[in-house]
């Protein structure tokens, strides 16, 4: 799977060496700073990393391995709420990721497209995928990566497209 973080604006308008342009690629917007988690962390762990690096998905990673993904919502809904009774209340640290990730993890190969790869993510109306090469977690891309692309794309479109004001004042009829 691919899951990338919001980067900087991207440039729909990327040239090669010849001038020709170049489709953004899955790398190219991907996170590589990944933070990972191990199986045998505990809710806990996994929630105070989603919150102090602003994510909702962790890849599972055990020897060097992907072995599953832990989300924001994995967490929430295998802790009881704050309005049970906390005698009662399965807490956080008492759960490891193992108990609660998402085992088979679909992943997206590095050099897959990225239209493949979004189509995907819509189809199945899942939040990222990590991307891999060969079977090396080299990075993620989610959701939220797309619609920094979509934003790009439509900036570059209303920058080609000519103001109201272009237009002569004539009548429509």
Do not use: W
């Amino acid at each position: 799977m691919v899951r990338s973080a919001p980067a900087a604006r991207l440039n729909v308008k990327k040239e090669d060496k010849q001038g020709k342009r170049i489709m953004f690629s899955i790398e190219a917007i991907m996170s590589t700073n990944l933070i990972t988690v191990s199986p045998t962390s505990t809710l806990a762990e996994a929630r105070t990393l989603m919150h102090d690096h602003r994510i909702h998905h962790l890849p599972v990673i055990d020897n060097e391995k992907l072995v599953g993904l832990v989300t924001l919502t994995n967490v929430l809904a295998a802790t009881d709420s704050f309005f049970r009774d906390p005698k009662n209340r399965i807490h956080a640290n008492e759960i490891l990721v193992e108990d609660a990730m998402v085992p088979d993890v679909a992943t997206v190969d590095i050099n897959a497209s990225l239209r493949h790869a979004a189509l995907f993510i819509e189809k199945h109306k899942i939040g990222c995928l990590p991307v891999m090469d060969d079977d090396k977690l080299v990075g993620i891309i989610t959701d939220t990566d797309f619609v920094a692309v979509a934003i790009n794309l439509l900036e570059t479109i209303e920058e080609t497209e000519p103001v109201v004001e272009d237009y002569d004042d004539e009548d429509v009829a």
